[in-house]
């Protein structure tokens, strides 16, 4: 599966963003999916993911009740919907695909696919 993420950009503390990730291809509900984030300087970490039809969800302690991420099967799309953005936020973002069933406990190798990235700026 081919991804494209998407919705980067420049927003002040406390704002609201959403990511997008389109997904090439007719077995995207196939996939567990997941969102990562890189900061300057740092190792890419996970942020959540989503099971393959959107029921189960599972999100990092450092963004839990804050971000929140979804699927739509039927438009082969992941989101991420980012609300109370901190500085600390600012990363480049990248959606991944995995196939195993699970969506807890995945290490990044589990993630074949991967998006390009796109980056969030959180400015204080």
């Known amino acids: 599966v081919q991804l494209q993420a998407s919705g980067g950009g420049l927003v002040q503390a406390g704002g609201s963003l959403r990511l997008s990730c389109a997904a090439s291809?007719?077995?995207?509900?196939?996939?567990?999916m997941g969102w990562f984030r890189q900061a300057p300087g740092k190792e890419r970490e996970f942020v959540a993911t989503v099971s393959r039809l959107g029921g189960v969800t599972f999100h990092a302690d450092s963004v839990k009740g804050r971000f929140a991420i979804s699927r739509d099967n039927a438009k082969n799309t992941t989101y991420l919907q980012m609300n109370s953005l901190k500085p600390e936020d600012t990363a480049v973002y990248y959606c991944a695909a995995s196939s195993n069933s699970g969506i807890y406990r995945l290490s990044q190798a589990d993630f074949r696919s991967w998006g390009q990235g796109t980056q969030l700026t959180v400015s204080s």
């Open positions: 291809g007719r077995t995207f509900s196939s996939y567990t």
